[in-house]
């Protein structure tokens, strides 16, 4: 589903992308995960088209998509949740959801702000498939609320459901339970299940390496930009490049900060 080759990003002097080669095949859960700074974000940045690979080609479904717009990566399937929640805060969660369709409906803006029919049965379809979106990750009855209002969980479920209402094929999770409690990061858990049985494959970014383990089918690891490993998740936690990439990021912490306890990084939740 997803073919990517050698796809580098530098800022300036900093190489945030190295070469990385990244493969997703339909109906899989992948979980992206390394120290921060890796290249994680950056990586699905470069996939959604909201920067330019400086280097590489990216595949998605067979049609080449480096250096699309990012409306048009978004409308040949592909969506995506941020690692900081961008939601419309004074909206309510419904009209948060149906943002998601933006772009993708056949009438448009003008014909929708011109009130022309074909619009209004597209709103009402628009109405439809975000309250379904809203439904499947466990917001009923916070239709009418404001995003604002909501908990962080909560608004994170919001995220999901706005990238989730347009159906995509290939859904990006950037940190979807950070800042959640262990009950919030189960519901997750289950929601990725269910998202991927509904037939959307699933690319997750995650500090929690507990959940990743169990939950994806293979784990790939940034680390510098580069790729230290892919492969089976309890092979790749294992992995002497891995447990150094971690372990090399909890001494740092501890030089800084005397008191920061030991923990096991691999183990470790965020
Ligand atoms: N727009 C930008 N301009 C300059 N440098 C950037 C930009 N975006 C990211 N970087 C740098 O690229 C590197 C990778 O950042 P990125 O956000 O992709 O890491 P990450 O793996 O998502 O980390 P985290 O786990 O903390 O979210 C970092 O050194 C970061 O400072
Ligand atoms: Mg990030």
Not at 178 to 204: F, H, P, Y
């Amino acid at each position: 589903m997803l073919k990517v080759k050698g796809i580098t990003k530098r800022f300036g002097g900093l190489t945030a992308v190295h070469a990385v080669d990244f493969e997703v095949k339909q109906g899989e859960i992948v979980g992206l995960i390394g120290p921060n700074g890796a290249g994680k974000t950056t990586f699905f940045n470069i996939l959604t088209g909201i920067y330019k690979a400086d280097e590489g080609t990216i595949d998605f479904e067979n049609k080449p998509i480096q250096g699309l717009a990012p409306f048009r990566i978004a409308k040949s399937g592909m969506s995506r949740t941020f690692q900081n929640i961008r939601l419309l805060k004074d909206e309510t969660v419904l009209e948060n959801v149906k943002v998601g369709m933006f772009g993708r409906t056949k009438s448009g803006l003008w014909s929708a702000i011109l009130g022309m029919r074909a619009s209004r049965v597209e709103e009402e379809q628009v109405a439809e498939l975000s309250l379904k979106a809203i439904e499947l990750v466990g917001l009923n009855g916070f239709e009418q609320e404001l995003a604002g209002s909501l908990s962080y969980g909560n608004q994170r479920r919001v995220e999901i459901a706005r990238a989730l209402v347009a159906n995509p094929k290939l859904l990006l999770l950037d940190e979807p339970t950070a800042g959640m409690n262990a009950q919030e990061t189960k519901e997750v858990d289950d929601l990725v299940r269910k998202i991927r049985k509904n037939g959307t494959t699933v690319i997750l970014i995650e500090h929690n390496v507990g959940m990743v383990v169990g939950l994806c089918d293979r784990l790939v690891v940034l680390d510098h930009g580069e790729k230290i490993a892919d492969g089976k998740p309890e092979q790749v936690i294992a992995h002497p490049k891995v447990i150094e990439a971690y372990i090399g990021k909890t001494d740092e912490i501890d030089e800084t900060d005397e008191s920061e306890e030991e923990v096991n990084p691999i183990a470790a939740n965020s």
